[in-house]
T-cell receptor, first 111, second 112 residues
Framework: KQEVTQIPAALSVPEGENLVLNCSFT??????LQWFRQDPGKGLTSLLL?????REQTSGRLNASLDKSSGRSTLYIAASQPGDSATYLC??????????FGAGTTVTVRA | ETGVTQSPTHLIKTRGQQVTLRCSSQ?????VSWYQQALGQGPQFIFQYYREEENGRGNFPPRFSGLQFPNYSSELNVNALELDDSALYLC???????????FGSGTRLTVV
């Protein structure tokens, strides 16, 4: 059974600081890994999708890396802003047609 | 390009009742999945539908059932509601194969 862990559970940083969010998974047989953002009480917004054959993906201030063999992914957010405050979830897709999620990292960026 | 839409946004039901949640897939997507997210936790996979057939199921009892229609929209039905069914229910659509998922805004179900 795939287990996904996100560390830390919560993070508070001053505006402008870089954010580093970690995700680990137990089974390296994945199709892809996807990072999502969730605002309180809302749905999930996809940030980045990394296919199993890729090492990283970038979009604007966001960069995500994937090390499938060690079961790790890291999401970097450069020059954080108060608008980046949210919960960030990572999810891995496996060959049983489902996403397995971590519990998320709740980020607060202080102005 | 329209995204995934879910209805209703909020719902309050009494224990023992039945509920139906609805989802319209993103244009061009032929696969729909449902997830349950309890407060403070990550979403848990309920099931997935592809070409109107269930294509995978998580660890949920049979009182959780679903349908997918020819236009790829979907319903989640929950019978004999329990207090623990109170959660955010998320619908996600995708193309067949590992192509990433687009989620809707969710339906907040409260069972009292």
């Amino acid at each position: 059974k795939q287990e996904v862990t996100q560390i830390p559970a919560a993070l508070s940083v001053p505006e402008g600081e870089n954010l580093v969010l970690n995700c680990s998974f137990t089974d390296s047989a994945i199709y892809n890994l996807q990072w999502f953002r969730q605002d309180p009480g809302k749905g999930l917004t996809s940030l980045l999708l990394i296919q199993s054959s890729q090492r990283e993906q970038t979009s604007g201030r966001l960069n995500a890396s994937l090390d499938k063999s060690s079961g790790r992914s890291t999401l970097y957010i450069a020059a954080s802003q108060p608008g980046d405050s949210a919960t960030y979830l990572c999810a891995v897709e496996t060959n049983d047609y489902k996403l397995s999620f971590g519990a998320g990292t709740t980020v607060t960026v202080r102005a | 390009e329209t995204g995934v839409t879910q209805s209703p946004t909020h719902l309050i039901k009494t224990r023992g009742q039945q509920v139906t949640l609805r989802c319209s897939s993103q244009s061009g997507h032929n696969t729909v999945s449902w997830y349950q997210q309890a407060l403070g936790q990550g979403p848990q996979f309920i099931f997935q539908y592809y070409r109107e057939e269930e294509n995978g199921r998580g660890n949920f009892p049979p009182r959780f059932s679903g349908l997918q229609f020819p236009n790829y929209s979907s319903e989640l039905n929950v019978n004999a509601l329990e207090l623990d069914d109170s959660a955010l229910y998320l619908c996600a659509s995708s193309l067949a194969g590992p192509s990433g998922y687009t989620f809707g805004s969710g339906t907040r179900l409260t069972v009292v």
